[in-house]
């Protein structure tokens, strides 16, 4: 122990009071659970609930709150098995798949022209000549500016009606696109959007293809815009709800 101490004692001031992770390095990249939380039409809004929130009898402040969510709600995981039969629930997504390096594909200035545009295969082949092929086991984050929307639903699904899904219009991702990121043997693929697959799909089968091959998604990225092209590492921690299709998500992102 004395000699952990001595050691300690002789590092330079900085570094005895230099936070391990650079502060400014971090990027928050989920939105806030809350009333305005957009979530899927046929889905239920998340509930929050006081329960006890003031002083308590004896004296002492005392805080507690229940809430309610779907899975798929706000920033969140698609497990493999949400459209992969015998795919990994999300508690069996191991962490070393759910911590790893981020590529961005940036494809806003399309999807500006277009609210239904999809990321395509000629999109990926474009970012793979500028910056060499997707790395295996990275996690590939398509970027789209949705977020400029949220949390406006109207804006950010296409539509606000309840229960409406036959009017969304949001961008995604092309089947094609998909299957390219399967051979590149990813990790799993974030979006900031409602979903991988683009509003008016009918089929899902983006999802298909991507939670059947075993990588999973991450839907309603926030603050996409602040990540570089490449370089930075992404930590997406679900809670750990077993057996589950998916569940809401912290995600940051570590930049170089």
């Known amino acids: 122990m004395r000699s952990y101490i ?6 330079p001031v900085a570094a005895q009071t230099r936070p391990a992770i650079d502060p400014s390095k971090l990027v928050d990249l989920t939105y806030d659970l809350d009333e305005k939380t957009v979530y899927w ?3 239920k809004p998340f509930e929050y609930q006081r329960e006890t929130w003031g002083m308590s009898p004896g004296g002492y402040w ?3 709150v229940r809430f309610a969510a779907s899975e798929h709600l706000g920033t969140h995981l698609d497990a493999p098995i949400h459209f992969g039969k015998g795919q990994a629930s999300t508690e069996q997504v191991p962490l070393s798949k759910l911590v790893a390096p981020a590529v961005v594909i940036d494809i806003a200035q399309a999807c ?4 239904d545009y999809l990321l395509s295969a000629a999109d990926i082949g474009k970012w793979e000549q500028a910056n060499g092929a997707i790395p295996a086991g990275s996690i590939a984050v398509v ?3 949705w977020g400029r929307y949220w ?3 109207k804006g950010y699904m296409g539509t606000d009606a309840p229960g409406d899904t036959a009017h969304l219009h949001f961008p995604g991702i092309a089947k094609e696109a998909a299957l390219l990121m399967v051979q590149r043997k990813i990790a799993g693929v974030g979006i900031d959007t409602a979903s991988m697959d683009y509003g008016p799909s009918k089929d899902f089968v983006t999802h298909q293809v991507l939670n059947g091959a075993g990588i999973y998604g991450l839907e309603n990225i926030a603050n996409a815009e602040k990540l570089p092209v490449k370089g930075a590492i992404l930590i997406a921690l679900p809670m750990k709800i077993k057996g589950g299709s998916g569940g809401p998500v912290r995600i940051a992102a570590l930049l170089p």
């Open 41 to 43: 039409p046929t889905a």
């Open 62 to 64: 005392y805080a507690a």
């Open 151 to 153: 949390p406006d639903r």
């Open 112 to 115: 500006a022209a277009n609210h």
């Open 6 to 11: 001595v050691l300690f004692l002789c590092l």
């Open 143 to 145: 970027r789209t500016g």
